[in-house]
């Protein structure tokens, strides 16, 4: 199964990579669902919505600060690098990611879609136009507020009840109906409408390729090659990248 799906990224013309938390994992960051999830202890209602932000702004920049501080001195591990070989071999890679750590962009590729955003900004909750690199004298007030306005400033991640960027989206849906293949790496496939993305490159023709140590919403069928491995350690073998840069 791994020699064949090392064919296929091979002989793709148009490959596009869908990721979500497993792809970080081995960097150290937390996924989300599973026995060591982060929403086994923490709400997602209470944590990541503007609701739960404008009621308690201390709690959720709290556990914002928490895993910004957790995700400081994380870096890109060589399955990441092991993409942008492969985008170097293509010339163009595609990624569409649900994560908000900036891992792909650090390790080198060039056309990410952050579908649910990105946790290095911050914005004004109120959206007087303010927006801002998180640093950590920022990070050190609580809760963070606009210099502009003074409302509370809110992560540049997508919350829950919030709509993703139309224009991400749209574009990612595109790539999925266009592409002949899809490396789907490290999620879950129960957040909508992300997880609609390799259904439709399904539909589209496509093939995929899913790397994820357990079993996931995407169907068994001739057309997904499920490689229940992680991440980190598979990719390079996939792709036949060597060394760490
Ligand atoms: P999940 O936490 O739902 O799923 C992570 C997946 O990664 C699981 O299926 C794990 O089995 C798999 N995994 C764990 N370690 C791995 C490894 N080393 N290599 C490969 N796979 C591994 O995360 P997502 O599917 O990304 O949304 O979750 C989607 C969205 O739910 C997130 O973007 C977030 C969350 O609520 C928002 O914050 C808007």
């Known amino acids: 199964m791994i020699n064949k799906a090392a064919e296929l990224i091979r002989e793709s013309s148009n490959p596009v990579v869908f990721s979500g938390a497993g792809m970080s994992r081995e960097s150290g960051m937390r996924t989300f669902r599973g026995e060591e999830g982060l929403w086994k202890e923490y709400s997602p209602e209470q944590l990541s919505s503007i609701s739960g932000l404008r009621a308690d702004p201390e709690l959720v920049w709290s556990w914002y600060r928490m895993r910004l501080i957790a995700g400081k001195n994380v870096v890109p591990h060589p399955g990441y690098y092991a993409l942008t070989y492969l985008q170097e071999q293509k010339g163009h890679l595609p990624v569409i990611t649900q994560n908000v750590d900036g ?5 080198g590729q060039t056309d990410v879609m952050e579908l ?3 946790m290095r900004t911050a914005s004004c909750i109120d959206k007087c136009g ?22 509370i400033l809110r992560p540049d991640i997508v919350l829950f009840g919030e709509p993703l960027p139309p224009e991400t989206i749209s574009r990612s849906y595109e790539l999925a109906e266009g592409c002949d293949l899809m490396i789907v790496i490290g999620t879950s496939v129960q957040v909508w409408p992300a997880a609609g993305i390799p259904f439709a490159a399904l539909e589209g023709g496509a093939v995929i390729i899913e790397i994820n140590p357990v079993q996931t919403e995407l169907p068994h069928s001739d057309n997904v090659i499920s490689i229940r ?17």
């Open 229 to 245: 491995r992680k991440a980190g350690e598979i990719l390079p073998v996939l792709t036949g990248f060597k060394e760490k840069r």
């Open 130 to 151: 303010f927006s801002v690199h998180l640093t950590s004298e920022l990070l050190r007030a609580d809760p963070p507020v606009c210099p502009d306005c003074g409302a």
């Open 103 to 107: 891992l792909h962009r650090q390790a």
């Open 116 to 118: 649910h955003g990105s």
